[in-house]
């Protein structure tokens, strides 16, 4: 399964260049798969942890889970989980921020 076939509509292809919406304050760490920053979104001058996964190498399945990953997110809504704002994937960068 490709996950350019079965792109939900709630993920978004990058309009543009990520720093012209985002100026990263610093790299907060990473895992197996992904690395997290901190960003100071120009938009509203919030804070936010900024996840990025890398799917080039990951099988259909990893990249199935990725996108789970976003929905369980996006359906959250609890004082004790940062708030979900956005997905979007990187063409270039084979990346889904």
Known sequence: M???RTRPSFLLR???ELS?????IC???DGSYSSVYK????????????KKV???????????????EVRI???????FVAAYKQAFFDEPTNSLW
């Open 2 to 4: 490709s996950v350019e």
């Open 14 to 16: 990058r309009p543009t």
């Open 20 to 24: 012209d919406h985002n100026r990263r």
């Open 27 to 29: 790299f907060s760490g």
């Open 39 to 50: 960003v100071k979104r120009q938009e509203d001058s919030q804070i936010y942890a900024l």
């Open 54 to 68: 890398k799917i080039q190498n990951l099988s259909d399945r990893e990249k199935e889970n990725a996108l789970n």
């Open 73 to 79: 997110l996006a359906s959250i809504k609890n004082s």
